[in-house]
């Protein structure tokens, strides 16, 4: 197939969707104004597609921090870690996130998808077997395609399915490295981590999490889910991203085991991409200390993630099987789901739109992603958004008071946490400007 047929292959497969509205992959936004807000075309939009989950990317002393260090360094390295690209600054980074993990030591990447890709093919060599959940982020799978060791997907959260694979590979020699998420990214579902951890031991393999999604937003500390189930010395590399709950950019490998610093000398993307900025960096450190400082962050994300979901599931929406920040509505097809996300835009509400062949499963979803930083208003005019439009397009009960009753059937609000802490009611909302003058009292 000739390059200009693969190209109108690529058309033709997105052509029909693109004439249902926007282009998912030109969207363009004119300034973002906050955390939560953004104007698209001149129209103000409530974000939630951002994977901002602690709100971070306006904090002050972080805006502050990555000002200094263009101030003091300049505005790039123009260098990979291996040749002028390292600066006390990226040392001082990765020790800050061994620190926070309480490991060993820390590899600090250009991206989070660099991380996954120069870790693990770094160290999954020729005749090591890699297991990894078949609903894995693409990089991961890039990373396995990368790596000369074999690939071997289990079933989807299945630690059973997983032990199986591994008594298979008992007598074969090589390393076993199984490879999980702590929160997946587009149904927003939690890897059953205990259980993996438990048959990871007794094959005697080793275990990497990908915490992109669960870094800041789990465990008491914000560690992640690995903290959350009092598994983290039994995970032996953590990989995370610094574009999500960090609110900046970049990706991190940290372990216990003594050989990771030896990856340095062999992980591609590791050497061959440019250091991340000093500004990115500074703010990096900066957004820790903030995870470490404000607990709270956490409790409001996991209240609103709460009030978002049932929210979302009293009106009708069939939803993932879990409360995450990733709350997912699951749609009958790509053209519904098209038609849907173009429809919230015009209403004022971005959210992100997943179709295949990029989902598990072929599923269609309007993924959205909860924050720290919404405010309650803003998560009741989306809710009233996603009601309206769901109803036009006949995808959910079009009577009020058939949505009221569907709302009432689900009983009071609660709100669970990323801490296993109890489960308590919701207030009631309270007015912006009701907080407003109790603020200003």
Not at 89 to 110: I, T
Not at 375 to 399: E, H, K
Request: proline content about 5%; charged content about 20%; some cysteine.
């Amino acid at each position: 197939m000739s390059l200009e047929d693969k190209v109108q292959k690529i058309q033709e497969s997105f052509g029909a969707l693109k004439a249902l509205g926007r282009d998912p992959t030109s969207l363009e936004f004119d300034r973002v104004t906050s955390p939560t807000e953004a104007e698209l075309n001149g129209k103000k939009m409530i974000l939630l597609g951002t994977n901002n989950y602690l709100g971070l990317t306006f904090d002050e002393s972080c805006v502050a921090a990555a000002k200094g260090a263009i101030d003091q360094y300049g505005t790039g390295t123009t260098g990979s870690r291996i040749a002028n690209g390292t600066y006390g600054l990226h040392k001082q980074l990765e020790q800050r996130v061994a620190d926070f993990y309480g490991k060993r030591s820390a590899m600090v990447y250009s991206t989070g998808y660099t991380a996954n890709l120069g870790s693990i093919s770094a160290l999954a060599q020729s005749g090591d077997q890699l297991l990894i959940d078949a609903d894995s982020h693409a990089s991961i799978y890039d990373a396995c395609r990368m790596s000369d060791a074999e690939v071997i997907r289990f079933r989807h959260n299945d630690p059973d399915n997983l032990a199986k694979k591994l008594e298979r590979l008992q007598d074969r020699p090589g390393d076993k490295i199984v490879v999980t998420e702590g929160i997946y990214s587009m149904l927003g579902d939690s890897a059953p981590l205990k259980e993996i951890v438990a048959v990871k031991k007794e094959y005697g393999a080793y275990l990497m999490v990908d915490e992109a999604h669960s870094l800041g937003v789990m465990g008491a500390k914000g560690r992640g889910l690995c903290e959350q189930d009092d598994v983290e010395a039994d995970c032996d590399f953590i990989v995370g991203t610094f574009s999500k709950s960090i609110g900046t950019v970049g990706g991190f490998c940290v372990s216990d085991h003594p050989g990771l610093d030896a990856l340095r000398s062999i992980s591609r993307p590791y050497m061959f991409t440019a250091s991340l900025p000093p500004a990115v960096i500074a703010a990096a450190q900066q957004s820790f200390d903030q995870i470490d400082a404000n607990p709270q962050l956490r409790d409001r994300l996991w209240r609103n993630a709460r009030i978002l979901f049932d929210g979302l599931e009293a009106l009708g929406f069939k939803l993932g099987p879990e409360v995450s920040p990733v709350v997912a509505i699951m749609l009958p097809g790509k053209e519904v789901a098209v038609r849907f996300w173009n429809a919230l835009m015009v209403a004022g509400v971005y959210t992100n739109i997943a179709i295949p062949p990029s989902t598990p499963n072929a599923l269609s979803l309007l993924r959205s992603s909860i924050s720290a930083a919404h405010t309650r208003d803003q998560i009741a005019t989306a809710l009233d958004v996603f009601a309206q439009v769901g109803a036009d397009l006949d995808l959910i009960p079009a009577n009020k008071a058939d949505r009221r009753r569907l709302a009432e059937a689900q009983g009071p609000l609660r709100i669970v946490t990323g801490g296993n802490m109890q489960a308590k009611p919701v207030q009631a909302p309270v007015q912006e400007e009701q907080r407003s003058s109790a603020a200003k009292g």
